[in-house]
């Protein structure tokens, strides 16, 4: 089993980022030197495939969206086919910087999960208000789930091991909210060990952010009935024999 | 209302409820079409629970007889179910056309690369 970053794929779902993600694509292969990475287009209704495709990427397009979760799932299957050991999330807006790629897989050898979190003193990212106490609340339940101190559940930049990427090719959540809250509860309940890594996050390169009361009330809602069924339901076994 | 038909409205109420969220549980319904039985279900075990409620909520809206607000509410409810599904059948079947589509095309594309193929490669191509 080959691990490090010579094993490691960087899946990134992409919709209507045809703005910035050849940028993005640009960043990865100045940073991250001879890393795979699968752009995965999902249903876009605009020129992204072709963009992320110019930019040096291989993209997988699906037919119609399917949500981060959707496309993260094709992300999971296309690693496990190809021989991957580790998937790495990274978001196609340019929000994630590739430069603590590396050490997010680092922390992989002992741990199933990484995630990169936002609050933990790197960079300069702040919420405010609602949404600020659902992701603190959010935090403090998936912390005494997984066992562990998590401050940003909702943090889309995690690198996965092989265990994890076993169990996530066959149930990664494809709901609402699934991708960050489900995720880490159905990989914390199967025996995945998690651990977080402080990472910076910048702004956006392109498109709009939503920010608005009702929004992040409505947000909240459906957080929090995420959360409670994904608490509730039974857990997924972990295939043992995977562990690298 | 005798006790026993207060107490046999709460459990069927309650029953409705844990057959929503037990089937939630076991992934056997997925969250977006479960909404509206889940709104449904608490509002039954609500008003089940607390009958006078209901006669309240009649005489606020002008309705003079309570079960008829029930019977109201309960229509409207299963009209949004079949919208919904209507509309995620609508959707469902465009994705299944666009499925075909793409699986037509990509057989039409293997069809023209195996036309190039070399003849010594006959036998991996299956009819």
Request: glycine share 8%; aromatic share 6%.
């Amino acid at each position: 089993m080959r691990t490090g970053l010579d094993s490691t794929l960087i899946v990134m779902p992409a919709f209507n980022e045809s703005e910035v993600i050849a940028d993005v694509i640009a960043e990865v292969r100045r940073v991250l030197p001879g890393v795979a990475c699968l752009v995965v287009d999902d249903g876009s209704s605009d020129d992204t495939t072709a963009r992320a495709r110019r930019a040096g990427a291989k993209v997988a397009t699906l037919p119609y969206n399917l949500g981060v979760g959707g496309a993260m799932r094709v992300g999971f299957k296309y690693a496990i086919e190809n021989g991957f050991s580790n998937v790495v999330q990274l978001d196609s807006d340019g929000q994630h910087d590739p430069s603590f790629v590396p050490v997010l897989v680092s922390k992989l050898a002992s741990a199933d999960l990484v995630i990169g979190a936002r609050f933990a003193g790197e960079g300069e990212y702040t919420v405010r208000g609602l949404r600020k106490l659902a992701m603190a609340f959010l935090a403090k339940t998936l912390s005494a789930t997984a066992k562990t101190r998590l401050t940003d559940t909702t943090s889309g930049f995690k690198a996965a091991g092989p265990r994890a990427v076993a169990l996530f090719a066959e149930h990664f959540p494809a709901e609402y909210l699934g991708d960050t809250i489900e995720a880490l509860v159905i990989a914390a309940r199967s025996g995945c060990v998690i651990v977080q890594e402080p990472v910076g996050m910048r702004e956006r390169q392109g498109g709009t952010p939503s920010h608005n009361p009702v929004k992040s009330a409505l947000y909240l809602g459906r957080a929090l009935i995420a959360l409670s069924f994904a608490l509730v339901r039974p857990p997924h076994s972990l295939q043992e024999g995977a562990v690298a | 209302m005798t006790l026993a038909s207060y107490i046999f409205g709460i459990a069927s109420a309650l029953v409705a409820f844990l057959l929503v969220v037990e089937m939630l549980r076991r992934r056997r319904i997925r969250e977006r079409h479960a909404v509206w039985w889940l709104i449904g279900t608490i509002f039954a075990l609500i008003i089940s629970i607390f009958p006078d409620l209901l006669t309240i909520a009649s005489r606020l809206v002008g309705i003079t007889l309570p079960i008829n607000l029930v019977f109201f509410l309960s229509i409207g409810i299963v009209v949004l179910v079949c919208l919904q599904h209507a509309a995620e059948l609508t959707q469902v079947e465009a994705h299944t056309r666009s499925l075909t589509e793409r699986v037509v095309l990509q057989d039409l594309r293997i069809a023209e690369l195996e036309r190039r193929l070399p003849p010594e490669a006959e036998e991996w191509i299956a009819d």
